[in-house]
Structures are given as structure tokens and as C-alpha cells.
């Protein structure tokens, strides 16, 4: 690997000072991009690509043994036994296509802000979108602190050969025959995630806000808030809520939507200045500060349907099920906090870390989690395959350590390092995990076809039920007991939610509800035991 870095590294030098380089500014790329676009009733612009969610099962881990993927699918194997001829060929065509380079910061603090550097092919012209996009998404290059990063975009290469390749080590991706926009977002997350590793950070796929909030005795506390969850399972949609706190002295902020990375004393260092929200659930009603932000005419929108005369239908899913917008922190009416960064926990009442899963049968709106359970919670990463993951799996039981789909290297190391770090603050660090899915879902699968029938729908959680939950926590107000089957608490009370209506047993028999207990604890704990090395704490949390 080690003769592969020094193509790659020179190959990424090169690009520097070839001439078929480009390197507009912002205002540049605004008006390079949106010919491309379709403009859209509230003056911004809409671009479609080719490719519509990330190409998850074509991206490949490259490097020493602490980052290489051992459990290769066949399209990876070949992608891995063809990467010598695949970067002769990439290295080659980077100097002839004509490239857009874009520069900017990953974070905004003075200890780890990752100078990220983008390279696209516009061969073909509609890609000039990419950088713009990018450009919408993070800081401004002068802050950067370090370490370098690149990824190179060749959207035009051949679709049978669609791939990611990543190198954490050295901080180099390219993304090959995949226009998404989601690939460039992530390639630069997952590859800051593995040198905030090496620098003893942990990287979490999760939002982060501040609330400040009056309890029934009159006091106003302050509560920072992490919250994990897979893309589409409600993490953009929460931590973006305001939970309805209208009390005098109280206040919730916005601090970051996608990734961050959590330090021993607790603080959490943000990532974006852009949020990269789906918005299918909009236009609803119930996130009205994420709705006025998408029609903001600074916003860009992601294959959204927009008819001939510019109307947005954000909630249709003709197109896609995984329609996106960038939008900005200064439309989000006040909602941003000023700095990206959650302070350290010696600094707040409490840290609460909400794991969001997404779960339809038996499992309780919320539930208050011991710091054991919590890395439990951690590591079984539960919910359900979204569109914005693998369309064709959408609504399928999924398992991903930390519900973060770009850990790079060791995932019982990343359980056993949150765990280290939760545990440095047991009267600081509360964890819980909420279910925005719902109780009550019967499927049925073809054994044959593997299709899924769907026997009895779900009682789903709403929004506005899970927005009661949090203000409920913040506010002190939530009424606890032990449940014994899971041994943690779950809730007996929670003003505004009508907790009856998940109670399993309107839903199922008693034989039924002892098999989904059953089978859940079992695969749990073979899923936690099939972990090396992983803190026997954890593994012990799962069970009776």
C-alpha cells in the first residue's frame, strides 16, 4: 500500500499546478452552477443528479490493517483486485479532464478544523454543481488548522465502474461514476473522523444543540444534547426542533445537524456550516423552522420535484424517496447557536445523548439508559434502512455501530472509547435512547422473493409526541419506573403524549410480545458478542 500512497500523494501534488485546474470563488461557482439548475418559486435553484443516495456497497476502506476492510462484498473485492489499474487510469485522465478545485475548512476552532480541498471533473458541464455545493457546506479556508485533506470527484466515470476509495491514512478519496452530492459530504466526514481518532477524538454521526430550560421548582438549567441516529431517522429533524419551549428564560439552539467530535471533558467539536436535510417531511407542518430555511433563496436543493412553472413539491417522492436541500445557519431564524462547538460538560447542567433508533414492533417511545446501556446502545447502532442509505432496503431492521455508517477501523475500539469517555462523567453524562419509529408492525417475508407484506401497519411515534418527550426530560417533568424486561426506565408519564398507544399489548398477544423479546435480546447479545475486545460491560448490559 505503502507504493500506492506515493502515487496518490503525487498524483494530489500535482493537481496543485496543473493547468487544466480551475479555481473560482463563490460567487463564481453561484453563477457557473446554476444554468444547471431549475429555478424554483422561492429563487433558489434545484439540480438533479444521476445518482440519487450514496453508493455504500461500492466504497472501500485502503491502508494498513488498522483501516483496511476485511469483510468485502464480491463488487468490493473486485474494486480492491483492480486498484492498480484503476489509479494508473485515474491518474492519467485527472490530467487531461478539465477540474474545479474548491478549498475550504472542515470546523471552526483553533485545535481541529481539517483544510479540505475538492477536486471535480466538469467534463461533464452539470457538474460544476458539486463544488457549489460543497462551497455551501463548510467554512471559509482560512481557518483551517489541519490536517489535509482531498477527494477527487470523477462523476463521468463509467457506471460499471462506480467506486469509492478511501485512504484515512493519508487523507485522499476519489469518487468515481457517482454524481450524489452525499459522496463528498461524507468522504470528507469519514476521513476527519479517522485523524480526530488518531488524535484521541471520537467522531459521532450525530446533531448537537443547547437547551436552556425552567423547572418546575423555577430554576433554569442548561443542557447540552447529542443526538446519534442513521440518516432519515429524525437526528436533523430534532435537533433543529425547538421542542415548543416557551417558558420564560428558556431558550434551545441549533449547534450542529451531522457529525462532531467528542472529547474526554465532554465538549464536542462541530463540523459544517451548512445542514444537508431531506425534505420529505417539510412541508407538513411539524418542522416549520427547517420549512422556512428550505425556501430561503440561498438554499439548494437536491433532486426535490419541481414542476415547469418553479413550484416545489418537496414532499413528493416521484423522483426519489431521498430528496435534499443545503441550507444555511443564518435562515434558520434565530435557531443557530453562535459557535458550532458544544462546550465541555463541567460547563452544563447535563450532557444528554440520545441514540435515535427507528424500531416498529415492541420497543417504548424512550427509555433512560444507564452509562453501561448506553454503549450498548451505542454499539447495536439499531433502526432501519432509509432511502437516504439503500433505497432498496428501505423499512428492513439494520444494525450500525454508533448509527454511524463511516466509523473507519475498529468498531469495538469506538464502543469501548465512548464508553471510557461517558463513564469520566457519571453525575454529568445522562444517556437515553428514543424510538422515532412506533409499536405494533406485523410483516410477513416471501421466502421465496425475500419481498416484504406488511400484515399490520405501525403506530408511529409523531413528531410533535417526540418534541414533547425532550421538552419533557429538559424540563424534569417526566414520570419514571423500571421496566423489567429491559431492565432501564421507561416512562409512566409525559404531558402531551398519550402513552397507551404504544403499549404492545393493544397490538399483539402475550405469545407474540414474548417472542419479539425474545428474539431482539438474543440477536443483541450475539451481536455484542461477536465484537473482539469489546468492554465486557457492554456485552453484560444486554442481557437479563
Known amino acids: 500500500m505503502r507504493l500506492y500512497y506515493e502515487e496518490i500523494n503525487r498524483a494530489i501534488e500535482q493537481l496543485r499546478d496543473q493547468d487544466n485546474v480551475a479555481r473560482p470563488d463563490g460567487d463564481q461557482l453561484r453563477r457557473m452552477a446554476e444554468p444547471y439548475g431549475v429555478r424554483t418559486e422561492f429563487g433558489n ?29 464480491p463488487d468490493q473485492k473486485r474494486i480492491v483486485r483492480d486498484l ?31 483544510h479540505c480541498t475538492i477536486y471535480v471533473s466538469t467534463h461533464r458541464k452539470d457538474s460544476i454543481r458539486l463544488p457549489y455545493m460543497w462551497y455551501k457546506t463548510l467554512f471559509d479556508p482560512k481557518h483551517a488548522t489541519g490536517p489535509e485533506l482531498n477527494l477527487v470527484y470523477i462523476p463521468e466515470w463509467q457506471e460499471k465502474d462506480r467506486q469509492a476509495l478511501v485512504f484515512p491514512e493519508i487523507g485522499v478519496t476519489y469518487v468515481l461514476g457517482t454524481d450524489y452530492f ?52 429524525g437526528k436533523t429533524t430534532h435537533s433543529a426542533h425547538t421542542h415548543y419551549l416557551d417558558r420564560p428564560g428558556e431558550e434551545v439552539k441549533l449547534v450542529q445537524d451531522d457529525m462532531v467530535f467528542l472529547k474526554d471533558d465532554g465538549s464536542a467539536l462541530g463540523s459544517e456550516s451548512g445542514l444537508f436535510i431531506k425534505t420529505d417531511s417539510l412541508e407538513d407542518g411539524s418542522q416549520p423552522v427547517l420549512y422556512e430555511a428550505a425556501k430561503s433563496p440561498a438554499t439548494v436543493f437536491e433532486n426535490v420535484m419541481v414542476d415547469y412553472l418553479g413550484r416545489v413539491y418537496m414532499s413528493d417522492e416521484t423522483l426519489t424517496g431521498n430528496g435534499r436541500a443545503v441550507v444555511q445557519r443564518e435562515d434558520l431564524g434565530g435557531l443557530a447557536s453562535e459557535s458550532i462547538n458544544l462546550p465541555p460538560v463541567e ?11 427507528r424500531r416498529n414492533t415492541i420497543l417504548p417511545p424512550l427509555a433512560r439508559l444507564t452509562p453501561q446501556q448506553g454503549a450498548a446502545a451505542f454499539m447495536l447502532g439499531e433502526s432501519v434502512h432509509t432511502s437516504g442509505s439503500n433505497p432498496a432496503l428501505a423499512g428492513q431492521s439494520i444494525r450500525v455501530v454508533g448509527t454511524n455508517p463511516f466509523i473507519v477501523g475498529d468498531e469495538a475500539t469506538e464502543g469501548n472509547r465512548f464508553y471510557e469517555i461517558i463513564s469520566q462523567h457519571p453525575d454529568k453524562v445522562q444517556c437515553y435512547q428514543l424510538n422515532t419509529g412506533g409499536v405494533g408492525e406485523l410483516i ?82 450475539e451481536y455484542l458478542e461477536s465484537f473482539t475486545g469489546l468492554h465486557p460491560d457492554i456485552v453484560a448490559a444486554a442481557k437479563p
Open 45 to 73: 435553484v434545484n439540480y438533479s443528479s444521476t445518482i440519487r443516495a450514496r453508493s455504500k456497497d461500492l466504497s472501500v476502506m485502503l491502508g494498513s490493517d488498522k483501516v483496511m476492510q476485511t469483510d468485502l462484498n
Open 84 to 114: 492498480p489499474e484503476t489509479l494508473k487510469k485515474v491518474h492519467r485522465y485527472l490530467q487531461h479532464t478539465p477540474l474545479v478545485c474548491t478549498a475550504r475548512t472542515l470546523g471552526n476552532n483553533s485545535e481541529f478544523a481539517p
Open 182 to 233: 452525499g459522496e463528498a459530504k461524507k468522504g470528507f466526514l469519514r476521513m476527519s473522523m479517522w485523524c480526530a481518532r488518531v488524535r484521541g477524538m471520537l467522531g459521532l454521526h450525530a446533531g448537537s444543540k443547547l437547551i436552556k430550560t425552567r423547572t418546575p421548582d423555577g430554576k433554569i438549567k442548561r443542557y447540552g444534547v447529542l443526538l446519534l441516529g442513521l440518516t432519515a431517522t
Open 347 to 357: 460547563e452544563l447542567d447535563k450532557l444528554l445523548v440520545c441514540f435515535i433508533t
Open 444 to 525: 410477513e417475508l416471501d421466502e421465496r422473493t425475500g419481498e416484504r407484506k406488511v400484515l399490520q401497519e405501525v403506530d408511529r411515534v409523531e413528531i410533535s409526541e417526540m418534541a414533547a418527550i425532550f421538552r419533557g426530560i429538559v424540563r424534569g417533568e417526566i414520570e419514571w419506573e423500571t421496566d423489567p424486561t429491559w431492565n432501564c426506565e421507561v416512562p409512566t408519564k409525559v404531558e402531551d403524549v398519550d402513552l397507551e398507544r404504544f403499549d404492545p399489548h393493544r397490538f399483539y398477544d402475550q405469545e407474540q410480545i414474548d417472542t419479539f423479546i425474545r428474539d431482539l435480546r438474543a440477536e443483541r447479545i
